[in-house]
């Protein structure tokens, strides 16, 4: 990846950096919890901040599991942020597929929960048995 997605618009018109749509935000970074994405540089004070050019992007996003998440980073070719579960979330999200660093997030901790302590015999080299993803007696 060699560029940073950009944040098209942004609808969250109490948001510090919002400026008629627009946010003033040097860069974002997109958090969440399970299946939504939300703006983690949200903030409302009250006060307007931010650049006075618009030229947000996606600095960061910790949404592994988002389709357009390449080792943490926004490959969609845009970022739309709006109201959602949160303040501000991010609408270009979509659940299913991203891998960070090649590895699957529900295969982070350790691989096949049913694996998960299985005892494997010495004399295997350390690999189970057996066809992939069937527990090893």
């Known amino acids: 990846m060699t560029a940073t997605a950009s944040v098209s618009d942004c609808t969250v018109t109490n948001c510090s950096f919002n400026?008629?749509?627009?946010?003033?935000?040097?860069?974002i970074t997109i958090g969440g919890g399970e299946d939504h994405a939300s703006c983690a540089t949200f903030i409302d004070t009250g006060t307007h901040g931010g650049l006075p050019k618009v030229l947000a992007t996606v600095g960061a996003?910790?949404?592994s599991e988002c389709v357009h998440n390449n080792d943490l980073m926004c490959g969609a070719p845009?970022?739309?942020v709006g109201p959602g579960a949160d303040n501000a979330d991010c609408l270009t999200y979509k659940h299913g597929g991203g891998e960070t660093g090649g590895q699957a997030a529900g295969m982070a901790g350790g691989g096949n929960s049913?694996?998960?302590?299985?005892?494997?015999?010495?004399?295997?080299g350390g690999l189970a048995g057996g066809p992939v993803g069937e527990p090893t007696d």
């Open 78 to 80: 845009e970022v739309h």
């Open 114 to 124: 049913e694996l998960a302590g299985a005892h494997v015999p010495e004399e295997t």
């Open 61 to 63: 996003c910790q949404r």
């Open 19 to 27: 400026d008629h749509s627009h946010c003033g935000a040097a860069g």
